[in-house]
């Protein structure tokens, strides 16, 4: 059973940094495409950022545009997300995601996705 475990969150100051973390077992992570995903509270979970199977296909919400990055290591089964200048609307629980069934495209609806993990809190204070 593939498992994804996030890590990373915390709490941050506006126009600060955080790196979340994504690692996941067993042997087949480069053939899933991977992504971001969040929610705040009374909110629908929203896209943060996707990518295909190499890192080289990315897709970005408008929201983090230029601000956040995601990259992944495929050697240590590990999927990044680098957010900087965050601000206070960022605050949400920020979900790792897999889409097990294919990985050459980066996917935008949460749908796409078929294993999650169990969250990490990001709270960014003004």
């Known amino acids: 059973q593939v498992q994804l475990v996030e890590s990373g969150g915390g709490l941050v100051q506006a126009g600060g940094s955080l790196r979340l973390s994504c690692a996941a077992s067993?042997?087949?992570?480069?053939?899933?495409?991977m992504g971001w995903f969040r929610q705040a509270p009374g909110k629908e979970r929203e896209i943060v950022a996707v990518?295909?199977?190499?890192?080289?296909?990315?897709y970005y919400g408008d929201s983090v545009k230029g601000r956040f990055t995601i990259s992944r290591d495929n050697a240590k089964n590990t999927v990044y997300l680098q957010m900087n200048n965050l601000k206070p609307e960022d605050t949400a629980i920020y979900y790792c995601?897999?889409?097990?069934?294919?990985?050459?495209?980066?996917?935008?609806?949460?749908?796409?996705?078929?294993?999650w993990g169990q969250g990490t809190q990001v709270t960014v204070s003004s």
């Open positions: 067993g042997r087949t992570f480069s053939r899933y495409a």
């Open positions: 990518c295909n199977w190499s890192g080289g296909t990315t």
């Open positions: 995601a897999a889409k097990t069934s294919d990985w050459s495209g980066a996917y935008r609806s949460p749908d796409e996705y078929d294993l």
